[in-house]
Structure formats: C-alpha cells, structure tokens
C-alpha cells in the first residue's frame, strides 16, 4: 500500500461517516423549501415565530457543538454521536406531531442540540492516519453540500406525498440511520486522543476571535447563511402566490437551478486557486449576491425572472460555500485549524438562526420584499469587508505523523521540515507526535517532506 494512498478502512470511514452528516443535514435542509407556507397553518403563526421556527436549529446548535465535542474526549466518540442522533431524532417527532408554531420551534430546537459534528470529526481524525485526514474531511464537507442540493430538490416532492409532518417523520428516521452507520460501520478507534487540526482548544479561542482577518471570513458565513434563511422564508411564497406555481411542484425549478448553477462556479472555484484570485473571486460573487437579492425585490412577479434571479443567488451562494472555509484554512495557523473552524462554523450556525429570526420579523413588520432589502444590506456590509482584507497566501495544510518526541527534539525537527522546499510553516508538538505544516504545493517537494514521517497503522 503506497504511503499516498488511503487503505480500504479509511475509505470506510469517509464513506461512513459523510453518510452520518449528510443524513443529519439533509433532515435540517429538507424543510427549507417548504416550511414558510406550511407555518401558515400552525395555531399561533405569525411570520416572526416561523421564521424563528426554521432557524432555531441554528442557534442550539452554534450553543452546543462545542461542548459536545470536548465531551466526546472524555467520553468517547461514538456514546456522544449516538446521544446527539437520539436528540434529534426526538426533535423531529416533537414537530411531527405538533399543531402549533411554539411546538414546531421546541422541536428544531431540540434538532440542533443533537449536534454531533464536532464528535464526528474528532472520531473521523482517530481513524485516519494524518497524511490523508485532509481528504476525509473534504469528503465529508462535499456530502453537506450535495444533501442542501438534494434536500431542495426533495423537500417539494416528500410535501407532496407526506405533508410538512411526513418529512420531520423521515427525519427522525434519516437520524435512526446515521445511528444504524455509527454502530454497525464505523469501528470503533484504538485510541481517542485530541486532534488540534479538526477540534477547539479554548486556549486559543480568544486568539481565533481577535484576528481581525478570520473575523471577516466569519462574518462572511455568518451572513451568507442569514440570507439563505431569510430568501427561503421568501422565496417558496412568491413561486406560490407570485408564479402560480404549487409548492409540489417547486422541485421543477430548483433542480435545473441547482445543477446549473453548480457546474457554473467550477470554474471559478478552479480560477481561485490556480490563478491565485480568490480575493477578486469571493467580491464578485458578494456582488452578485448584493445584485441576486436587490432583483429578487424587485420582481414584479414574473417566473421567468425568478428563475434567472435563483440560478444566479445559487451560483454566488455554491461559490461562496465552497470557497469560504479553504480561506480559513489558508489564514488560520496549521496547528490551531480546528479552532478556527470551530469558531466558523458557530458563526455559521448563528447566522442561520439571525436570518430566521430578521428575515420573519421583517416580513411580519415590512412585507415581503423587505427580507431581500435587509439581505443586500448584509451583504453590502460583507462586501466590505472583503475587498479590504489582505490578500491571502496559497498555501495549504499538511500534517506528518512523526511519532513520540520530546520539546528539544520537537523543535529540532521544525525547523528541518521548515528548510524542506514548499515548507512556509512548520510546527511540531510533541506531545501530538504530530507536525502541522502550511505548504506551497506548487513547490513542496513531498518525498523530502515524508522522509520525516512515521508511518501508522490506519483503521
């Protein structure tokens, strides 16, 4: 087995484990292209309470993620996975079976506090050996992304045949599966230790909160978030009531949107990198995100509009979600990643639970259009934000398992891997066994880099 290539067992786990999380993500998104017009026929709905109702999760979850994962440490992984499922399952039956807005809110909110990602990213980095946990981890962000899609697409569809109680019902059942995947197809790891590239270290969350660099990236995804919430508690009303169009049938737009959209932003995504213009790649697709809402308030009603004015809120949003945490990785220090994105993703989820709540408040106070003129503010402020950030290094994270060593011999060792071609930054801890490097991988020369590792035993 080549040192490059992943073994038969981590490909288990990357398979595994982003059927874990595309499960439980697809359970939270399928709602979203529906719920706004289900939320009317809830005892004490108002436009306010729905949308708190679609973004609580959010916030349970930006409240809870954390903690859980360091408990998984002390506790084990898969106990703490398991548990999390089990929450949110039981989230999902409390909105099945409610007839009420405030039932429906208590039952998202027991949703998020299900949250088990950080867990399953720790237990994801016990079973795989360091050179190829980038990999995993890639592979698991992709299955969130292809659940959103899926879930646009087969929320309408599950409406149709379930009803809005049908599809919490299959989300309960989507959890009982992720549960069915940790027991029976993810083993269980020899040893749990901390992984400083995936978990928090609340010694250096105060740093990651203060550098004023990461602050724009989280801004970033706090906001795009926000204004997906908000655009969905609008959107699905006016393809309703706007464009004639039957909720069951909303999947007719959102899948040629989707796809097309997705295949579109490829080759920006490529630009990025290999041109090195990410920073002129991340303005223009706020810009068009600022454009996107601007026409969505402005429509007069027309489906042909609507069309053009989702196909491009898609592209910028798939550009953005893609593009935004390769940014984190490039800006935080290789050794404190997992704070870094630990702090990402809590902006993420809070912005989630921001826009339910702005964007329901908005339309119950100002009217429909009001949603997507807030949306624009937001995105204006990010805007902002990004064309007067630095412009980043290209420089990717790489780990090397280099086995037990003390601090003289750990420090002897960075610098070494320090002078090794392609090497910008090297930091070795000791008591991880583990060296966190950032590389310029159009220069690194890899075999001289992997003459200082150890190999292990992966799962």
Not at 388 to 410: C, F, I
């Amino acid at each position: 087995m080549r040192r490059d290539s992943m073994t038969a067992g981590e490909r288990r786990v990357a398979f595994s484990l982003a059927g874990v999380f595309a499960s439980r993500m697809l359970g939270l998104f399928l709602i979203l292209p529906v719920f706004s017009l289900y939320a009317k026929e809830l005892s004490g709905y108002t436009a306010t309470l729905a949308g708190i109702a679609l973004g609580i999760y959010g916030l349970t979850q930006a409240l809870f993620q954390i903690p859980l994962g360091m408990l998984s440490d002390r506790i084990g992984r898969k106990p703490v996975i398991i548990g999390g499922l089990l929450v949110f399952a039981l989230g999902s039956v409390v909105a099945a079976i409610s007839t009420s807005v405030s039932g429906v809110i208590l039952g998202r909110a027991l949703q998020g506090a299900g949250a088990v990602a950080s867990a399953v990213m720790a237990l994801a980095a016990d079973l795989t050996r360091e050179e190829h946990r980038i990999k995993v981890m890639a592979f698991i962000g992709v299955s969130i992304g292809l659940s959103f899609a899926i879930a646009m697409v087969l929320g309408p569809v599950l409406h149709d045949w379930f009803g809005v109680p049908g599809i919490f019902w299959t989300t309960s059942l989507l959890a009982l599966g992720g549960i069915a995947i940790i027991t029976f197809f993810v083993p269980r790891p020899a040893i749990s230790r901390f992984h400083r590239d995936t978990e928090v270290e609340v010694s250096w969350f105060r740093h990651a909160m203060s550098d004023t660099q990461l602050l724009r990236v989280n801004f970033g995804i706090f906001s795009l978030h926000a204004i997906l919430m908000g655009t969905f508690l609008v959107v699905p009303q006016l393809l309703h009531h706007g464009g004639g169009l039957n909720v069951s049938h909303h999947w007719q737009i959102y899948l040629p949107v989707l796809f097309i959209s997705m295949a579109l932003v490829v080759p920006f995504i490529l630009l990025a990198e290999k041109k090195r213009m990410i920073k002129q790649i991340l303005s223009g697709a706020v810009m068009l995100l600022v454009l996107t809402e601007l026409g969505l308030a402005g429509l007069s009603g027309t489906m042909a509009g609507m069309v053009i004015m989702l196909l491009l809120f898609f592209a910028a949003f798939n550009l953005l979600e893609a593009t935004l945490p390769s940014l984190v990785a490039k800006l935080a220090p290789a050794a404190h990643k997992g704070t870094a994105m630990g702090v990402y993703a809590s902006s993420q989820f809070l912005g989630i639970f921001i826009g339910g709540l702005a964007g329901g408040w908005m339309m119950e106070h100002f009217g429909l259009r009001s949603v997507f003129i807030f949306n624009a503010v937001l995105a204006g402020l990010w805007l902002l934000l990004v064309v007067t950030m630095r412009k980043p290094q290209y420089l990717s994270s790489q780990l090397l398992n280099v086995g037990p060593l003390d601090e003289a011999a750990a420090d002897q060792l960075a610098q070494k891997l320090s002078r090794v071609a392609g090497v910008a930054e090297a930091t070795v801890i000791a008591e991880d066994g583990v060296a966190y490097l950032k590389v310029d991988k159009h220069h690194l020369d890899q075999e001289a880099l992997l003459a200082y590792s150890i190999p292990e035993n992966a799962a």
